[in-house]
């Protein structure tokens, strides 16, 4: 029976999760306009965010002990932050509350302009990268890399699908 190692191994991939990402608050955006260098005023958000993992694997967990987040909008970096340690066990979901923190952030007056109307509107949309990783002590092994979409305000929030990477070395 050589073909019974091969299934359970490919069954048993990573690469089979499915992981999507909440953003559940947006604050600290909103400020007085800066007199003259147009930069606008130094901010400093707070974006609470709720990330999900479906595991699909039959008889292991998909567990990680700690990951970073970085979320950015229209390209410039508005905060970052950690993720706790968390674990989804055979055939099911689990969810992890992570918040992602900016002090003295900068956005170009007119970008600063549209984000405050998209907060508004709730069409704001946030580009969140996550690191996960399955080994505290070594950060080399195999993480999973999200990169997802995040709207903002969205009542109650609408998790979004990633794109998962689990197959590189770091």
Known sequence: ??????????????????????????????????????????LSPELNLTLYAANERLVTRSCFSHGRVAVSYGGVAVGEGRVPGWCAGPRSTAEVAAAARGVGVRLPDGLRRRLEAELRWGAAEFDVE??????RDDETRRPVLLWCKAA??????????????TDFEV
Do not use: E, H, N
């Not at 996550?130 to 080994?135: E, H």
């Not at 903002?152 to 990477?165: E, M």
């Open 1 to 42: 029976m050589v073909m019974f190692p091969f299934i359970m191994a490919t069954w048993d991939s990573p690469r089979y999760d499915a992981y999507s990402l909440a953003l559940t608050a947006v604050d600290g955006f909103v400020a007085p306009p800066a007199a003259g260098d147009g930069d606008g005023p130094s």
């Open 130 to 135: 996550a690191k996960l990783f399955r080994d």
């Open 152 to 165: 903002g305000s969205q009542v109650p929030p609408r998790p979004l699908r990633c794109k998962a990477f």
